[in-house]
């Protein structure tokens, strides 16, 4: 039993000449393994986020939702901005 699958694919000039020269270069030895690769990488990036999203960004909202005085307003974000860019400003 075959364990690929063969597609037809269409991309800007662009990225199709990106992986015509990794492939030229000896980087890779076919296309398809370029566009592997890239997958490969989204998938990672994508794993990444789902992680920090349960992990960091879920735990979060839960606190804030149990605990909204924690919340920072906007103006408050607003002046430590102002004080961060005129020290990084100093430093100059």
């Not at 000039?13 to 592997?36: D, F, L, P, Q």
């Amino acid at each position: 039993m075959r364990t690929t699958q063969q597609l037809s694919i269409t991309l800007p000039k662009e990225m199709a000449s990106m992986i015509k020269e990794k492939v030229a270069t000896g980087e890779y030895a076919t296309e398809s393994e370029v566009i592997r690769e890239g997958l490969r990488a989204l998938i990672a990036r994508d794993r990444a986020v789902d992680a920090w999203l349960k992990e960091q960004i879920g735990p979060a909202y839960d606190a804030l939702q149990s605990d909204p005085s924690r919340a920072i307003g906007i103006e408050e974000i607003r002046a430590k901005l102002a004080a961060r860019h005129a020290k990084s400003s100093e430093n100059r």
